[in-house]
């Protein structure tokens, strides 16, 4: 959409009541219902995604092939945003009266959105938020160790660093290849390095540097028979991936849904196990902060902007009726294609395996010979592509990531193929 449309549309959104709104996402959603009934089966492309592909509000025509990064809204998500904060604008009497019992609602959507009880989830800013919260707040003593792999995002890395400082206790990185060959190398590589002082294991689920996707279960069940902690970073997960908590065995666990299903940001995740949250304190206090029995007590941060919360819901439901694990296939067929593409070029290396087990919705890859800037700037200029660089030199993992979204299609992904083959050619 071009910016003067754009504009015009969110002028016109902003101007509409509140029924407008509500009958607007009404009709999109009858389009989705009509959509699947029409098209029960998954399709590698086709009218199905084209048409799905129109509830998202591209400025300029860009290609957006970044949400690893931050995502775009669909309309429905839009709309509730522009609802909530028109009545924040015209009835702030609403902001602590109504929405307190709608923020309950959104809570128990979350739960069941990513298989976990109402009492387990709290929502936040970010998973930067998330993970603070589980490092400054875990009991730990001088001298007790967290094992992280090789593989962490700064928002991972740098609060078990803090508290490494802070109370002295020991992170100890694991080396992980960039791709593993399979889970079992992944899981291997942290059971050698447990021993007695070892109380926590920290993880990215969704590695942001080489799209891998860690296999939580299998770490939890290891971790678990030696009374470990495990907390998860999974700032890609929530909308990527059809996720279920207590199937993963999982402990802690933080996640952006303004990356992959739509959200606004300023909305994070954090999920606490019932079983693991008499281990974890609060790190912001106020009314609710000793609330034992809920994981309420960690997002005790004070008036919010209860819109962004709300909007959370819509983009739950937006894709609810898509459809979860519809979504998922998509993102990985459409992942799968490019790395089978990027695979036949000479000179490419990809950092992502093509085990769709472990991995999904990120591809990271590099051309010998050739910046990863360079690829970046061509794929924007000659196709209105946006990926990112990754990584770094001294791990070898610089390159290029690619995110591959339901809004994505296969002559998208054979842009990105034809552009690294024009590079690779000289």
């Known amino acids: 959409m071009k910016r003067r449309r754009f504009l015009e549309y969110f002028t016109a959104a902003s101007a509409m009541s509140v029924i407008s709104l509500n009958r607007l996402n009404a009709e999109i959603y009858t389009g989705i219902d009509d959509l699947n009934y ?22 300029d025509d860009y290609i957006m092939m970044n949400n690893g990064t931050l995502g775009p809204m669909p309309e429905p998500v839009y709309n509730e945003l522009i609802k909530y904060f028109k009545m924040q604008v015209t009835n702030p009497y609403d902001c602590y009266n109504y929405f ?19 009492d387990e989830v709290a929502i936040n800013r970010n ?64 059971r050698e390095r447990i021993n007695d002082k070892t109380k926590v294991i920290s993880v990215s689920h969704t590695v942001y540097i080489n799209g891998l996707i860690f296999p939580l279960k299998e770490l939890s069940e290891m971790a678990h028979k030696n009374d470990i902690l495990v907390a998860a970073d999974s700032a890609h997960g929530f909308g990527m991936l059809n996720l279920n908590m207590h199937d993963l065995g999982i402990d802690l666990w933080a996640s952006s849904p303004y990356k992959w299903s739509g959200a606004p940001t300023g909305c994070g995740i954090l999920f606490v196990s019932k079983k693991a949250q008499d281990r974890i304190w609060p790190v912001i206090a106020s009314s609710g902060w000793d609330n034992m029995d809920s994981a309420s007590r960690f997002e005790t941060l ?77 794929l924007l200029e000659r196709y209105n592509l946006v990926v990112r660089t990754i990584g770094r030199d001294r791990d070898n993992t610089r390159g290029v990531r690619v995110s591959t979204n339901i809004f994505v299609s296969k002559e998208h992904v054979d842009m990105v193929i034809e552009g690294v083959k024009h590079l690779a050619s000289g």
Not at 45 to 58: E, I, N, Q, S
Not at 101 to 108: A, D, P
């Open 100 to 118: 307190p019992s709608l923020k309950n609602e959104v809570h128990q959507k979350l739960a069941d959105f990513i298989g976990a009880s109402r």
């Open 127 to 190: 998973t930067t938020e998330g993970m603070n919260i589980i490092a400054g707040g875990t009991n730990l003593e001088e001298g007790d160790e967290v094992l992280i792999s090789s593989l962490e995002h700064p928002g991972g890395y740098y609060p078990w660093k803090m508290r490494e400082k802070r109370s002295g206790i020991k992170v100890i990185e694991v080396p992980l290849n960039s791709p593993p060959k399979n889970k079992e190398e992944i899981i291997n590589s942290f």
């Open 302 to 378: 004070g008036q919010r902007a209860d819109p962004l919360v709300f909007a959370l819901k819509e983009a739950m439901n937006f894709q609810n009726r898509i459809g979860r694990d519809r979504i998922e296939r998509r993102i990985k067929s459409l992942a799968l294609y490019l790395k089978e593409g990027l695979s036949e070029i000479d000179g490419v290396r990809l950092h992502t395996s093509m085990d769709t087990e472990i991995s999904a919705g990120l591809t990271a890859f590099s051309l010998k010979g050739v910046e990863p800037g360079h690829i970046v700037n061509y």
């Open 38 to 59: 029409q098209y029960p089966q998954d399709s590698p492309d086709g009218k199905y995604w084209d048409a799905l592909r129109k509830h998202f509000l591209f400025e």
